[in-house]
């Protein structure tokens, strides 16, 4: 019976394997950037670079898993944090933090969609780790969308014709993922 029983959990964890292997699947192939997180070995950097404070309105664009909004939630509870995201699998992950997460889940919003079709006008911070084709689509949005002052951190990547107000080298390896911080005032 025991036997039974452990076999029936096996099937029940390999089957919900296979399910997420295919939502990070279809995501990928779907969306125009793959689902990497931003190293956490980063978050410092990033908290460093994106000067919130209590009044902010930060958005995530691409959030996947969270992880950003999370850390800079817990550094400044009152601020509000929104993640877009249109990969399933990040999607999920994040909604599952976002579960579990007692303080502060009122003031962290994740919401499905694509960015290109959210009105970032009450954004007063942006964050992304996105490819740098991407950035550059999204910056006429930008440009029209936020307000004179918004501050724009891109993890990587920079836009083609826009110039950064500083570059922050995160010193990591040459094959390690989130070299630079980009930063932007629009």
């Not at 192939?29 to 950097?45: G, Q, W, Y």
């Not at 000067?51 to 996947?64: A, E, M, P």
């Not at 499905?112 to 550059?136: M, R």
Request: net charge positive.
């Amino acid at each position: 019976m025991l036997i039974y029983i452990f076999q029936i959990i096996l099937l029940i964890i390999f089957f919900t394997s296979i399910i997420f292997l295919m939502l990070w699947t279809i995501g990928n192939l779907k969306n125009k950037v793959p689902f990497v997180t931003s190293p956490n070995a980063i978050l410092k950097s990033i908290e460093k670079v994106i000067k919130i404070d209590d009044t902010s309105v930060v958005y995530d664009l691409g959030c996947g898993d969270g992880r950003v909004l999370f850390y800079l939630s817990n550094l400044k509870p009152k601020a509000k944090y929104v993640g877009i995201e249109n990969n399933l699998f990040p999607l999920f992950l994040a909604k599952i933090s976002l579960f579990f997460k007692k303080k502060n889940e009122n003031k962290i919003e994740i919401k499905k969609g694509n960015f290109f079709n959210q009105n970032l006008s009450e954004a007063t911070h942006v964050f992304t780790y996105l490819y740098p084709s991407v950035i550059d689509e999204l910056l006429p949005k930008l440009e029209k969308e936020l307000k004179p002052g918004t501050r724009f951190i891109s993890l990587s990547f920079k836009f083609t014709n826009k110039k950064p107000i500083e570059e922050l080298d995160l010193g990591r390896g040459k094959y390690k993922l989130g070299r630079k911080l980009y930063i932007y005032q629009f």
